[in-house]
């Protein structure tokens, strides 16, 4: 007997739910979305490559040229606006600058150690259009590591921003002797302006590789002095095509950044971002916690950028209220996505609630790294994680990436001692990730670091899972579910071992970060006297009401109260054996708002050497406070821990 076909009024409902569970547990719409950014940016690059018209000077050019843009707003700085086609004739006169008084060409190396502004962007630009390659510096820089990144860019041109001249000294100078520094006054820009706009011949920027130098971009030197990535043409173009089609940036949104143009992510996933789409890009001079709000509205940003503990600095301000009207102005913003890197868990869902933000798309990468992971969320299912996909974007991007059990003692993938290769971790492990190579053809994928082939090869790992393969070494550990989510787990050497157990910085962060009275905490390992490994401690940032007081010390009930908060939330051996309270700013953090460990680790938590800093330490059930006579108690094996 035949089935008797269901009436339309049930079988709409029944498919509808159907295709609803395939694709929540397949990600379905999820994957195509990141296909449908993945697949028209690649074969868009190869265009522009096989045209040998990869170079990001044509990306202005023909938004300049163009009849239907040449009038939009590219750049808004300030109080300053301009359009695509007055940036193009400002560029075309710096160019001439350039070439005539400065003879850079094709070729050159050229350092800019700006802060942002529009004169930074004006150059940049400037020099792509002669085929140079500009190395960008970090402009808190000064002495020994100013001059290191100089010489390793082997440029003998440094541009400067006149607001940080001073970090370029006579010690600078006298150590680069054959470098000409050219700070760019406001008088030297009016003589730039006065030479005739200069468009050098296609052939100075012709390439057809993909892999020629764009940009130099230095690593953040958080463990040694910095590093000169290579960032191709390929991975500029390709990062600024899929990043703005997956956010869904158009001509018609402003994109706004507060993060320093000299880091990859504000250059490569905001600045190329924004010309790719053809839309405005709006940024300040340098991140503000109580400008930052002021300037999204001044600018009318759709899309916002942020990097590291940006989010966290932001919450921690107090609220915004209109004096007149009693407008909340924390939620007075035409904002529809904020796109960065390093939101913590802990942070999440408050940024979002208190400041009316619908999607955070975070993502994973490195400036130097071959590929990255993704996570477009807009409610709790992807709270956290660094990365998501589904199982028809795992089908073909899959072998990608690989995760690897991690030896913490020696800080490299584990190797079995029969076959010599690295093994997979299990689904939700945690472990090092890893990007997959061509073997016989590495440096398509990965430039390495300029002038530096040692540190190139140290990231570059050979017979991984077989004889001969070739893998990038992110030098991160990450947990990838049984649901497709990537979750940050810690940077190897942050992880420190403890009763013989792995524990990690990140996740004990999370957990301290999450009491009422923590503004902000950063968790490392110290040794101890006569102990083995390394013991936890948090050094934390109260927030002020919870301090007494002239010294500020947190009062014994939050003390009492966040060793309870601890006991609950972490294992026995990962718990914060030690707390270093510190001043609100104090904690060191690169130019992107990273959380520095090296000096808090190496200072420990011997009173001769924590200076002002007020440390305490578990005992019982609250922390209390610890003394020179405790220190000596467990230099003297009196104490164990």
């Known amino acids: 007997m035949a089935a008797l076909p269901l009436p339309l009024p049930v079988a709409v409902p029944a498919l ?168 760019v006054t406001p008088e030297l820009e009016r003589g730039m302006l006065s030479h005739e706009p200069f468009r050098a011949p296609d052939e100075a920027r012709y390439d057809n590789s993909g892999n020629a130098m764009g940009i130099l971009i230095y690593t953040s030197g958080t463990t040694g002095l910095p590093k000169a990535a290579i960032v191709s043409w390929d991975k500029v173009a390709i990062v600024g095509g899929f990043t703005s089609r997956w956010v869904g940036t158009t001509k018609n949104d402003v994109f706004y950044t507060a993060m320093p143009l000299y880091h990859s992510t504000a250059m490569l996933l905001g600045f190329s971002h924004a010309i790719s789409a053809g839309a405005t890009f709006a940024m300040s001079r340098k991140f503000s916690t109580s400008s930052f709000w002021d300037d999204v509205r001044k600018h009318n940003a759709k899309v916002i950028q942020y990097v590291g503990e940006t989010c966290r600095y932001l919450l921690s301000a107090p609220p915004r209220i209109d004096p007149a009207t009693g407008e909340n102005l924390d939620r007075k913003h035409n904002v529809r996505i904020a796109f960065g890197n390093g939101l913590r868990p802990d942070v999440w869902n408050r940024f979002k609630d208190r400041f009316g933000i619908d ?122 579910d049984d649901e497709n989510r990537v979750f940050f787990n810690d940077r190897i050497g942050d992880t420190f071992r403890w009763k013989s157990e792995n524990v990690s910085t990140a996740e004990v962060a999370q957990v301290v970060g999450l009491h009422e009275a923590v503004q902000e905490a950063n968790v490392y390992g110290v040794e101890l006297p006569q102990h083995e490994g390394r013991a936890g401690c948090a050094a934390v940032v109260f927030k002020r009401g919870a301090l007494i007081g002239k010294g500020g010390a947190p009062g014994e009930d939050v003390l009492k109260s966040l060793a309870a908060h601890v006991r609950r939330g972490l294992p026995k051996y990962a718990l914060p054996l030690f707390l270093r309270v510190v001043r609100e700013g104090s904690i060191q953090t690169t130019g992107t708002n990273k959380q520095q460990k090296t000096s808090l680790r190496s200072e420990g938590v011997d009173p001769a050497r924590t200076g002002t800093d007020g440390v305490f330490w578990l005992k019982g059930d609250t922390y209390v406070r610890f003394r020179p006579a405790d220190w000596k108690a467990l230099q003297g094996g009196r104490v164990k821990l």
């Open 359 to 480: 999607t955070i798309a975070e993502f994973y990468g490195s400036t130097e790294g071959s590929f990255a992971t993704w996570n477009m969320s807009r409610n709790d299912y992807s709270m956290g994680a660094i990365g998501r996909s589904g199982a028809l974007y795992n089908l073909i991007m899959g072998r990608t990436v690989a995760i690897v059990d991690v030896d913490h003692e020696t800080e490299e993938p584990f190797r079995d001692a029969r076959t010599g290769l690295c093994r997979r971790a299990t689904p939700g492990e945690p472990g090092e990730m890893l990007f997959r190579l061509p073997p016989k053809d590495v440096d398509s994928r990965f430039q390495g670091y300029y002038g530096d082939k040692d540190a190139t090869s140290k990231k570059v790992m050979r017979d991984v899972f077989a004889k001969g393969d070739a893998w990038f070494r992110t030098g991160d550990v990450v947990r990838w």
């Open 16 to 183: 509808a739910a159907a295709a609803a569970y395939v694709n929540a547990k397949s990600l379905l719409f999820y994957d195509l979305n990141l296909l449908a950014a993945v697949i028209p940016t690649v074969a868009r690059v190869a265009w522009w490559r096989n045209r040998g018209r990869l170079n990001f000077f044509y990306r202005l050019e023909d938004l300049a040229t163009s009849s239907s843009s040449e009038n939009r707003v590219f750049l808004r700085f300030e109080d300053q606006v301009y359009t695509y086609g007055q940036a193009y004739d400002t560029v075309l006169r710096y160019a001439a600058w350039l070439k005539e008084r400065r003879g850079v060409k094709n070729g050159s190396m050229v350092a800019l150690d700006f802060q942002n502004t529009d004169t930074f962007v004006f150059l940049l630009f400037a020099l792509w259009s002669l085929g140079a390659v500009p190395a960008l510096i970090n402009y808190n820089l000064s002495g020994k590591p100013l001059a290191h990144c100089v010489r390793k860019a082997t440029a003998k041109l440094v541009l400067i921003d006149p607001t940080v001249a001073g970090n370029v000294g006579e010690d600078v100078r006298a150590e680069l002797s054959d470098v000409q520094f050219e700070v």
